[in-house]
């Protein structure tokens, strides 16, 4: 008759061991989620983009983390590229204050970026005596379009949108965050960007 009490007690106590278990692994599985999704978000952050420079070498923007960017697509042959000018005058202005520009070289605007990286630098700092990053070639729409510029234009950006031409202009602050967005006929120089870059130079 003990036998029997004791097995009875022993089936009856099974399920609440394995609810215990059940709910263990539930949490094991989502705390692994949780670590994962925040693995990717931190991948997706602008600066941890794998990036190549004009020479070819393997970088990022991390390295201008917590200073103001300013990101434009570049091309040598658009009716827009005397702005090279305009962007190295700003960038000259106030890099001392924590201002990086970027150009991007692109060619999905009727071929107007057709060269090498070895053609687009020496045209770059030969006509316009460019010092500020540049990057090697990349899409900025598309089904190709770059990680940055899905960072940049995607769905989740806060200015979406497909870039319309050569020299659109993104600036994003010392948080990371993408605080303006500017077409390619507003020049690098004019009040509108100059405003904006001291403003987001300004912020903490």
Request: aromatic share 10%.
């Amino acid at each position: 008759m003990e036998k029997g009490r004791t097995a009875i007690l022993h089936l009856t106590a099974r399920p609440v061991e394995c609810m215990v278990l059940a709910m263990k692994i539930m949490l094991i599985l989502l705390a692994a989620f949780m670590i994962q999704g925040c693995v990717l978000h931190a991948a997706d952050s602008l600066y941890d983009i794998p990036l190549k420079d004009i020479d070819g070498k393997d970088t990022s923007l991390k390295a201008y983390q917590g200073q103001v960017l300013l990101l434009v697509n570049v091309a040598s042959k658009c009716g827009f590229t005397p702005q090279y000018k305009g962007l190295e005058a700003i960038y000259q202005k106030y890099s001392a204050q924590g201002l990086v520009v970027c150009g991007f070289p692109c060619n999905q605007f009727l071929s107007q970026e057709p060269g090498t990286e070895a053609d687009i630098k020496e045209f770059c700092t030969s006509k316009y005596n460019v010092t500020f990053p540049m990057f090697s070639k990349l899409e900025v729409n598309g089904a190709h379009r770059h990680p940055l510029y899905v960072q940049l234009a995607g769905k989740d950006s806060p200015f979406p949108g497909n870039i319309k031409w050569n020299f659109t202009k993104f600036l994003i602050g010392r948080d990371g965050k993408i605080v303006a967005r500017f077409g390619s006929s507003v020049k690098p120089e004019s009040a509108e960007v100059t405003k904006a870059i001291e403003a987001a130079l300004a912020a903490k």
